[in-house]
């Protein structure tokens, strides 16, 4: 069935550092692709979003593009913040629901 | 415009008990969607609903259900509680769900003792 697979965490990085969480996906036909994020207590917040094969999602300075040749929709930020510091969940959406990641727990340090 | 509202926010109750959780969608929205999230299985799809209609369901046993009003919120039930049952319940509401943007709610922490 799809899934969707991320690289574990938790990744630590320094502020103003470049940001990396690969993401690649398995899946039958073309579903959207997304990236959430997850502060602490509380729901989950769209990030960004793609929705056919070479689309780029972006928002709040991250971008994530649609790779159906690798199956991969890898998260990237230039310079991360310490206001970054959560949890990233890679998702497709094939139909009616959303299939998440594992999540990849993101630490900043200042 | 108000967001996705989720009550009550924790809750604990004993093994063998039954639960109900509720969500209220934002306005106008017709898709509700329910996800179990733990720290070994992450975040799971429950089911979803639209216009009163369970279109989708996920993989749990029937002691998990719900249902949506004509208001479009939802309530979700679970029955017999089990101590794996312990969980954040999130809900999340949507237009009219496949492809449109899911907004989700802070979820409902459940604890079962």
């Known amino acids: 069935g799809d899934s969707v697979t991320q690289m574990e965490g938790p990744v630590t990085l320094s502020e103003e550092a470049f940001l990396t969480i690969n993401c690649t996906y398995t899946?039958?036909?073309?579903?959207?692709l997304f990236w959430y994020v997850q502060y602490p207590g509380e729901g989950l917040q769209l990030l960004l979003k793609?929705?056919?094969?070479?689309d780029k999602g972006s928002n709040k300075g991250f971008e994530a593009t649609y790779r159906k040749e690798t199956t991969s929709f890898h998260l990237e930020k230039g310079s991360v913040q310490v206001s970054d510091s959560a949890v990233y969940f890679c998702?497709?959406?094939?139909?009616?629901?959303?299939?998440f990641g594992k999540g990849t727990r993101l630490h900043i340090l200042p | 415009k108000a967001g996705v509202t989720q009550t009550p926010r924790y809750l604990i109750k004993t093994r063998g008990q039954q639960v109900t959780l509720s969500c209220s969608p934002i306005?106008?929205?017709?898709?509700v969607s329910w996800y179990q999230q733990t720290p070994g299985q992450g975040l799971q799809f429950l089911f979803e609903?639209?216009?009163?209609?369970?279109?989708n369901k996920g993989n749990f046993p029937g002691r998990f259900s719900g249902r949506q009003f004509s208001n479009s919120r939802s309530e979700m039930n679970v029955s017999t509680l089990e101590l794996g049952d312990s969980a954040l319940y999130l809900c999340?509401?949507?237009?009219?769900?496949?492809?449109?943007?899911?907004?989700f709610g802070q979820g409902t922490r459940l604890t079962v003792v």
């Open positions: 999340a509401s949507s237009l009219q769900g496949y492809n449109t943007e899911a907004f």
């Open positions: 899946a039958t036909g073309y579903p959207s």
């Open positions: 793609a929705t056919k094969a070479d």
């Open positions: 998702a497709l959406s094939p139909d009616d629901k959303i299939i």
């Open positions: 306005s106008g929205h017709r898709s």
């Open positions: 609903y639209f216009s009163e209609t369970q279109r």
